[in-house]
Structure formats: C-alpha cells, structure tokens
Nanobody
Framework: QVQLVESGGGLVQPGGSLRLSCAASGYIFSIYDMDWYRQAPGKQRELVARITTDTRTNYTDSVKGRFTISRDNARDTVYLQMNSLKPEDTAVYYC??????????WGQGTQVTVSS
C-alpha cells in the first residue's frame, strides 16, 4: 500500500533552518507530483509547495524565497528545505500525493516549531 513517512521536524529558533524529508513507498514515485502541506493550530491545512514530475515547483506566497522543494526519484523521497524560519511557520507539516487508484495519500505529519 502507499506509505508516506515524514521526518526532520523539530524546534528551531527564528531565522534558523530545517530540512524535512518524506520517504514514499508502495507506488511508482517518479510519475506523480508531490506536495507539502502544513496545518497550524486553529487553522486550515494549506498547500505550501508542489513539485511536478518534471521538477517544476510552486510555492505559497508566504514561503517564496525561503523554502525549496526538491525530489530524488532514485530514493523515492521528496524534501522541503526551510530557511529563515519564522514563528508563523510553526505547524504540522504533511507530505501528500494524489496517487494511484485515484487516491489521496497523506503522511502522519512532522511538527515544526519556530520559537526562541
């Protein structure tokens, strides 16, 4: 079955950096676009970044110039490099794919906390 496993979250000071990873399994990773979403307390889940199969990228305005999404098809892994982190980036970050069998698949999430 499709599995997405995130890692790399944690506590970081404002201005710091983190790199999130999402390891995928159970499907052909390279033929699907991949997303990172986040959900802050009391807010709706929002799309943060997307990378297509041909490595085109899109970002929500609030993270442009600070976050970078990338993928390694040899490792079936998608990454989110987060720099210049702000307190408002605090959220649970989720990996997502609209994948095989018309399914929408989510990881379990990884907590990112930006605080001094």
């Amino acid at each position: 079955q499709v599995q997405l496993v995130e890692s790399g979250g944690g506590l970081v000071q404002p201005g710091g950096s983190l790199r999130l990873s999402c390891a995928a399994s159970g499907y052909i990773f390279s033929i699907y676009d991949m997303d990172w979403y986040r959900q802050a307390p009391g807010k709706q889940r929002e799309l943060v970044a997307r990378i297509t199969t041909d490595t085109r990228t899109n970002y929500t305005d609030s993270v442009k110039g600070r976050f970078t999404i990338s993928r390694d098809n040899a490792r079936d892994t998608v990454y989110l490099q987060m720099n210049s982190l702000k307190p408002e980036d605090t959220a649970v970050y989720y990996c997502h794919v609209d994948g095989p069998w018309a399914g929408s698949y989510w990881g379990q999430g990884t907590q990112v906390t930006v605080s001094s």
